[in-house]
């Protein structure tokens, strides 16, 4: 896991030293919208999604792409499993269809020659100005939700019905938030922590955090009562990799999802709406993680899958309700 610094890429893993080996995430750089008065109008065929089958903020986007019934209007290409030296890579399974690309750095210097940052995924680009539109996950599937219309498959879960309605926005960034900076990204805290005091503090925040999701889902089937919104999708990649990576390889050990019914359930009922199986790919999940974190993992031993979880089985939550 490198960067790019004024368009140049360095092998440079993240520098815990000034933080009291705490993990620190870059924020996105480009944070373009879609819209008809912007340099980026709505047009179908017109937007590519670069994303990983492993990466959860990549999960993301390419969930909101299928469960908007997008997925025809809005092509995609996902990197190789393995990210070493060079960042996020393609190769003879996973492709660059547009321009034949070798890594996912020569997309962001295409875009901005002297680019200075992490090279990451999603990415939603513009084939008409050859131009990142955003790489920022959180702002790619509110794009998805609203600003792209036409062309979407009717049948499609969500394809009528918006994840983020106007008049649950407060609730659902409140959430959001919280769930962000103690969940989703709590696991890389502990995992990338190379204190043991920081490892210590990401741990207890983050159990803390599911011990209260867990209390907030006996009562109510949904994170903000009876309707799934984009709260609830947006916790799911993080729980979906929780028992069979993060629990081993970032330590986070305390307990596992199958310890907690509830958040169990809700992952379970998630996992078997129509459409999410597309955006799975388990198998490249266990290689990226196991394989491409050296200062973790040096020997890249993949370690044996949990044999506890069971998402096919049936759920009390029914996601169509709201």
Known sequence: MGLLVEGKWQDRWYDTSSTGGRFVR????????IRADGPHPPRVDRYHLYAAWA???????LLWRRLKGLHHAISVSVVSPYMLE?????????????????????????????YTGRVTVPVLWDRAHEAIVN?????????????LPGERDPSAPFAERRLAPP????????????????????????????????????????FAALDALEERLSGQPWLLGDRL???????FPTLLRFDPIY?????????????????LDHTRAIYQIPGVLDTLNLLEVRQHYFGS??????HRIIAAEPATLDLSAPTKRDWRRG
């Open 293 to 298: 974190h050296e200062t973790i993992n040096p």
């Open 247 to 263: 629990h081993v390889h970032f330590k986070c050990s305390v307990k596992r999802l199958v310890d907690y019914p509830n958040l």
């Open 135 to 147: 790489n920022e996950s959180s702002e790619i599937i509110r794009i998805f939700d609203t600003l």
């Open 229 to 235: 919104t984009e709260a609830d999708l947006r916790l």
């Open 26 to 33: 870059q924020d996105s750089s480009f944070r373009g919208q």
């Open 55 to 61: 990466c959860p903020w990549a999960h993301r986007a």
């Open 86 to 114: 060079h960042g996020w890579e393609f190769d003879e399974d996973h492709p660059d269809p547009l321009y034949g690309s070798r890594y996912l750095h020569q997309i962001y210097t295409r875009a901005k020659a002297d």
């Open 167 to 206: 008049e649950l926005i407060d609730d659902i960034d409140a959430v959001n938030a919280e769930i962000y900076d103690k969940v989703n990204n709590g696991v890389y805290k502990a995992g990338f922590a190379t204190t043991q005091h920081a490892y210590d503090e990401a741990v207890e925040e983050l």
